[in-house]
């Protein structure tokens, strides 16, 4: 899996958007980029993926540069509930890859 | 509800113990997963079993002992552990197409909460 590099701590006040970036310069053609955020004391969840194309989902807007060399996950109003760690993750989404979990970045949510 | 059930939540055991975690998934999923999350460290992969055949064995110490009777529950059997085992021990399951083949996302538990006294 290729590398990635996300920023240790953000903060971001209620009812504006979290931009959450994302560096993995790595990657290879056939990679795929994922997000998961870890709510305090449950597991993971995964929020979305994509390989070049911007996508959008119910929860978050994830915008991938034209190189692919870094991505960034929107949050469009973040609520108190957002405060979580958001992982970043670059594998290939189907064949012998097991996602590697880095530090992923602390979001603190703030009224 | 996650779709991924572990059980217990919290469990606290002292060296000489002998217990066990379970994992039930709802998801229809052929994959499964232990990680170990240490306080202020990543996720590990521990184990991985597709189809019911163990796949992925990431160097874990033989106190720890998975177990997958079928494709919807997961165990792991702890025994003779130490205070450094203390951890949140995480299940997740996906879809796979092969021994070696995964889909992804991964689907997570919440996790037990594991404190060796």
């Known amino acids: 899996d290729a590398k990635t590099t996300q920023p240790p701590s953000m903060d971001c006040a209620e009812g504006r958007a979290a931009n959450l970036p994302c560096n993995h310069s790595?990657?290879?053609?056939?990679?795929?980029v994922y997000w998961y955020r870890q709510i305090h004391s449950q597991g993971p969840q995964y929020i979305i993926h994509?390989?070049?194309n911007n996508e959008t989902n119910e929860m978050a807007s994830l915008i991938i540069t034209e190189d692919r060399k870094s991505s960034t996950l929107i949050l469009p109003h973040a609520t108190l509930r957002d405060t979580a760690v958001y992982y970043c993750i670059v594998t290939g989404r189907g064949g012998s890859y097991i996602p590697t979990f880095g530090r992923g970045t602390s979001l603190i949510v703030h009224p | 509800e996650t779709g991924v059930t572990q059980t217990p939540r919290h469990l606290v055991m002292g060296m000489t113990n002998k217990k066990s975690l379970k994992c039930e998934q709802h998801l229809g999923h052929n994959a499964m997963y232990w990680y170990k999350q240490s306080a202020k460290k990543p996720l590990e992969l521990m184990f991985v079993?597709?189809?019911?055949?163990?796949?992925e064995n990431n160097s874990v110490p033989s106190r720890f002992s998975p177990e997958c009777p079928n494709s919807s529950h997961l165990f792991l059997h702890l025994h003779t552990l130490q205070p450094e085992d203390s951890a949140l021990y995480l299940c997740?399951?996906?879809?796979?197409?092969?021994?070696?083949?995964?889909?992804?996302?991964?689907?997570f538990g919440n996790g037990t909460r594991l404190t060796v006294t």
């Open positions: 079993y597709s189809l019911e055949e163990r796949v």
């Open positions: 994509g390989l070049k």
């Open positions: 790595t990657i290879s053609g056939n990679e795929y």
């Open positions: 997740a399951s996906s879809q796979s197409t092969g021994l070696v083949s995964y889909n992804l996302p991964l689907h």
